[in-house]
């Protein structure tokens, strides 16, 4: 349902209702460069979008769980009422409330979710939010020319959307969607576990992460929302109408970069993806959406457009009171923990990578590159290990890892002649090519600072500070996926011919990474 990696929308209240402060039309000169800085993460302790002017820091205590027939005015902070008097019936589900285990400094609140207001059963619609109160990129900017223009340049609907949010969110009351973006605030972009993206952890946190590929994939992202912070201003400057109504300095100068940060991360959280529906409308914000919704990997239950409206039909039967489960696509636990903060330790789509490239130094390097290439293979190929098929992905890279240990020219060039797969199997280049593969795995498995075991044993005692939970958690199935591939490798080698036989020297092996 929601996929984020470049995701999208930035949206305007109905243009009948819109509260907005006037401001005349001035055109403002572009900021001065910044210097980059380096990078630098830290947990959010303030309001998500941006610190608001008239918070006087106290927090409203928690109140217990409640339905709209009952408490939930109260426990939703007039976000039921918002959402009632602008048409969204809300006979069928409810706002509950669940402890956080684990405080901050006893600030984290309880975690809000949607539940069922009755008994459902599959394929009845529990909600449908009509577009009027759908944060699309095209409410935004009102032409879908100009919404396809932004996103097709260097800002992702999700920048756009953070940005107006933000200007939105400085408008206090007087904005449209001042209860919406409250809410979203209130959750601070946590997840179902409620944990943050890792984007918002410190240092020490990401710690936790240490011998992960999601250590470098949190940088990775964290690069990508600096380069789209320092694109702000073209925005500005391309958007004009859509600025003009805002009394405020242009982005980079109203907004320091943390502030956007936590403001992307908070949108990241929530966006939807809908399907079969224009540019301009395919990333938004549902309210009743996520993260008050529960994700799971193996839902069929997903947020669709239907004409002026989006609902969400569920998928199974619900007894008053369960949390309403939508599919969240078909993502690894890596990319769910990145984008939502949590994992999903059922998730049939979970998978780690392993990268193989030829070695540019072989002087065969462009000979081989085009047997690769003839069998569906790149020069530096990915090779996707899924959770419980870590023995075809072992059997599938044995070909191309082959190919890097052929030396003769003669047979190189009978290779290219022939048809079929990449090169014949002799007995000491299959058991180069394994202990390779053996090497590697041990050697990845080395670099987490825990073992599998100590892992087990971690989340065995059930006292873990959120974070280092789902941390664990990750790094605990990566294991096992490692390990697998192991196993698998260590099979073939068992059920070579001759075991004894040494393995060929390969000057120009392929690299694993």
Not at 178 to 196: F, M, N, S
Not at 267 to 288: E, N
Not at 387 to 401: D, Q, S
Request: hydrophobic share 40%.
């Amino acid at each position: 349902m929601a996929s984020v990696t470049q995701a999208a929308a930035a949206v305007s209240a109905p243009h009948n209702s819109r509260l907005l402060l006037p401001s005349s039309p001035r055109r403002l000169p572009r900021p001065r460069p910044r210097p980059r800085a380096r990078l630098r993460l830290a947990s959010c302790h303030a309001d998500t979008l941006l610190p608001s002017s008239s918070s006087s820091g106290a927090r409203t205590p928690p109140t217990p769980a409640a339905g709209p027939s009952t408490a939930a005015d109260s426990a939703t902070d007039g976000f039921f009422d918002w959402l009632r008097d602008r048409g969204l019936p809300l006979g069928k589900v409810a706002i509950r409330e669940r402890p956080v285990s684990f405080t901050r400094e006893g600030k984290d609140l309880p975690l809000r979710y949607v539940a069922a207001g009755e008994d459902l059963q599959a394929g009845d619609v529990a909600f449908e939010v009509p577009m009027s109160l759908v944060v699309t990129l095209e409410r935004v900017l009102g032409d879908e020319s100009v919404a396809e223009l932004l996103t097709t340049n260097k800002l992702s609907e999700l920048a756009c959307l953070a940005l107006y949010l933000m200007y939105e969110k400085k408008q206090g009351k007087d904005s449209f969607w001042y209860p919406y973006i409250k809410e979203l605030d209130r959750q601070r972009g946590r997840g179902q576990l409620a944990v943050e993206s890792p984007l918002l952890w410190t240092e020490s946190e990401l710690d936790y992460l240490n011998g992960s590929p999601m250590r470098e994939e949190v940088v990775a992202r964290y690069e990508g929302i600096r380069r789209e912070y320092n694109e702000l201003d073209t925005l500005w400057f391309m958007a004009g109408s859509l600025f003009q109504q805002y009394p405020f300095d242009i982005p980079t100068e109203a907004f320091p970069f943390e502030i956007f940060k936590q403001a992307f991360v908070a949108v990241q959280s929530c966006v939807v993806h809908l399907q079969k529906v224009s540019l301009a409308r395919r990333f938004v914000l549902v309210p009743l959406g996520p993260p008050l919704l529960t994700y799971k990997s193996n839902c069929k239950a997903m947020l669709t457009a239907d004409g002026d409206s989006v609902r969400l039909v569920v998928d199974r039967p619900y007894k008053e009171g369960e949390p309403l489960i939508v599919w969240c696509g078909p993502q690894p636990n890596a990319r769910l923990l990145l984008n939502y903060g949590f994992v999903d330790e059922d998730n049939p789509y979970d998978r780690i990578m392993i990268e193989a490239s030829l070695n540019t130094e072989d002087p065969q390097y462009q000979e081989k590159r085009m047997v690769a290439q003839r069998n569906g293979k790149l020069a530096i190929q990915n090779f996707h290990v899924y959770i419980g098929k870590e023995r075809e992905t072992v059997a599938e890279m044995l070909p191309y890892l082959r190919l890097g240990y052929i030396s003769d020219p003669d047979e190189m060039q009978s290779i290219l002649s022939s048809e079929g797969d990449t090169c014949p199997v002799s007995p000491c280049t299959e058991r180069a090519v394994l202990d390779q593969l053996v090497g590697y795995l041990k050697s990845r498995l080395a670099g987490y600072p825990t073992t599998l075991d100590e892992d087990e044993a971690m989340l065995a005692d059930g006292n873990l500070e959120p974070k280092k939970e789902v941390a664990a958690r990750l790094v605990r199935m990566e294991k096992k996926m490692l390990h697998a591939c192991f196993q698998a490798a260590i099979e073939f080698i068992n059920a070579l011919p001759d075991h004894t036989v040494l393995p060929c020297p390969a000057p120009f092996a392929p690299e694993l990474k």
